[in-house]
């Protein structure tokens, strides 16, 4: 077996280039084989030395070579090995690593502390979604020497990721967005999911780190901060502010620390409460870190929301709210009481199920039913097998269901007729739903 300072000096002899996707392979890079319920990169690894790579790393005996051949890196478990060697790499780096986490707004308060660092710092942040036990460590790969500051974004459905992603990450900062009802298929309850995300703040705890601190979301209020550094954001704390005015084209807010003589106002391209928790948590990290004023309003102003999340979009003289990157039962609630609040009348909600709840989906689809409907005249589309079993239990003119995208999309035309009169629209799903699609039928 090889060890992993070997495999770390190959990794720098490479320049650095690595992958674990055998259809891009690096020229002179490494390739770490990694393995799935459905491949296995193993398999390719003869593939990626004849595409080019340098080295390959695999944990199958059976794919090594009869004839010696140094190309070959043997290890006992590639993933294990790609995370250490994430950690490795990341180690030797003396930067703040801010930890990210929570049950929503994680990508977007992300996306945010990274829009007011840049003002200032070559910042490594996460891509997409990689914020798994794969996705972490790749993002750590990624670090290099003009880097500044890392924001690593942290995902979970279990308790213990979110420590074990900490030990592989080594945050010295971190942040828990909010508490809500994420993932509780595999949670079972919201105390669970609290009690995953307080693993980041453990972690701080033991390596003396920082954290900053949502007053506003009671689960996070009331963790333990005892023995961390720590400073919080919220209502009448030290990071604070206010909504002064929004619609669905964004908010104008101020925002007030002590010893800031003015307020700062700030016109923004976000709406709603849970993006205006949003702005307050990356307004903390930005003051912490040494940002000034002008540039945390600079970075905020021209912040524009993308990939399905909180997308304002105009389409046939509509105004549509695209929030379709992903949904649970909080995230839903949050949303929507945004968008119901939001003058106007011609309004029209389109959901797809909420993944992930197991013996709470039943209940939780039928609950936002109830929210989506509460207001007189709205429109509620709602697809997917679960709000289809919901939609079931209620008989209400304004509430078309339908069991799959398919079956939405073959009626096409009453979907059409049904919301012909709104001029607002919402449309908001779990990511496995794609609700964006409903954009074609619209149009």
Known sequence: MVSLETIYAHFKS???????????????GLFLALKGERFNGNA?????????????????EAYMPKQGDERYLLVEDGLKTLQHLATLHRNSFKIPVIGVCGSNGKTTTKELIVAVLSQKYEVLFTEGNLNNHIGVPLTLLRLRNSHEVAVIEMGANHLQEIADLCEIACPTHGLITSIGLDHLEGYGSVENVAKSNEELFGFLKKTGGFAWINADDPYVYEMNAKGLEHSYYGKKQYFTGKILSQNLMGMTISLQKPGLLHPLMVDTQLAGQHNFQNILAAWAVGVTLGIEPEEIIAAFQGFQPKNNRSQILQQNGRTILLDAYNANPSSVEATLKFFLAVPGNGKAVILGDMFELGAFADQEHH?????????DGVKVIACGPCFDKAGGLFAHKNLRTFKDFDSLQQESLEVQ????????????GSRGMAMERIMEVLA
């Open 14 to 28: 490479c320049g650095y280039q690595f992958t674990t996707d055998s259809r891009k392979i690096i020229p002179g």
């Open 44 to 60: 390719f690894a003869s593939k990626a030395l004849e595409e080019g790579a340098s080295f390959v790393i695999v944990d199958e």
């Open 417 to 428: 007729n049904f919301i012909k009169a709104c001029d607002q629209i919402l449309i908001k």
């Open 367 to 375: 609950r936002i039913l109830e929210k989506a409907l509460e207001q």
